[in-house]
T-cell receptor, first 116, second 111 residues
Framework: DAGVIQSPRHEVTEMGQEVTLRCKPI?????LFWYRQTMMRGLELLIY????????DSGMPEDRFSAKMPNASFSTLKIQPSEPRDSAVYFC??????????????FGPGTRLTVL | EDQVTQSPEALRLQEGESSSLNCSYT??????LFWYRQDPGKGPEFLFT???AGEEKEKERLKATLTKKESFLHITAPKPEDSATYLC????????????FGTGTLLAVQP
């Protein structure tokens, strides 16, 4: 079975440009998570969806970040405008949410974003 | 405040030299603890879930244990291919699916 798929794997852009990261969760999973990983702060949850609905976006750093999940098999994380401090590796993870949890999250390979 | 702390930050072992990694946590009402392995340039790979104090799980040279305040990942007779960053994570209190991750232990096993 295919795991979590993310694209692009690497993105280099200039400050002020719009960046869109994409994620396809594991088929049948109903929860999706966006994380950011940096050396300084480690792995941080940005937002998570359950059944395509955003449940908690308290980790989204500011209004420049937005995330959508239009259907069960696709999600995007958008940064507009991008800034050098957004440079990081962004991971998408998915899980099958049972009532009572906790659920095991399975991670994609990540997108390495560099903002010049 | 909910927190996960891992130690040591880095560990260098000789092949065959057994050791343990520590993950301590302060979360009310622990609902589980996860261990992941992360190789450079890759996403975290799930290893184990532990649900209650006293529980143990094994996979090849790895054994994870859980107490009321911490978890250990024991590595027996490690090989160079065990070199990776090992992350632990716990769910926040309540019904949320949010995980708090530790900063990881970078393990290097030298032949």
């Amino acid at each position: 079975d295919a795991g979590v798929i993310q694209s692009p794997r690497h993105e280099v852009t200039e400050m002020g440009q719009e960046v869109t990261l994409r994620c396809k969760p594991i088929s049948g999973h109903n929860s999706l998570f966006w994380y950011r990983q940096t050396m300084m702060r480690g792995l941080e949850l940005l937002i998570y969806f359950n059944n395509n609905v955003p449940i908690d976006d308290s980790g989204m750093p500011e209004d420049r970040f937005s995330a959508k999940m239009p259907n069960a098999s696709f999600s995007t994380l958008k940064i507009q405008p991008s800034e050098p401090r957004d440079s990081a590796v962004y991971f998408c993870a998915s899980s099958l949410n049972f009532a009572g949890g906790p659920d095991t999250q399975y991670f994609g390979p990540g997108t390495r974003l560099t903002v010049l | 405040e909910d927190q996960v702390t891992q130690s040591p930050e880095a560990l260098r072992l000789q092949e065959g030299e057994s050791s343990s990694l520590n993950c301590s946590y302060t979360v009310s009402g622990l609902r589980g603890l996860f261990w992941y392995r992360q190789d450079p340039g890759k996403g975290p790979e799930f290893l184990f879930t532990l649900y209650s104090a006293g529980e143990e799980k094994e996979k090849e040279r790895l054994k994870a244990t859980l107490t009321k305040k911490e978890s250990f990942l024991h590595i027996t007779a490690p090989k160079p291919e065990d070199s990776a960053t090992y992350l632990c994570a716990v769910p926040l209190g309540g019904a949320t699916n949010k995980l708090i991750f530790g900063t990881g232990t970078l393990l290097a096993v030298q032949p």
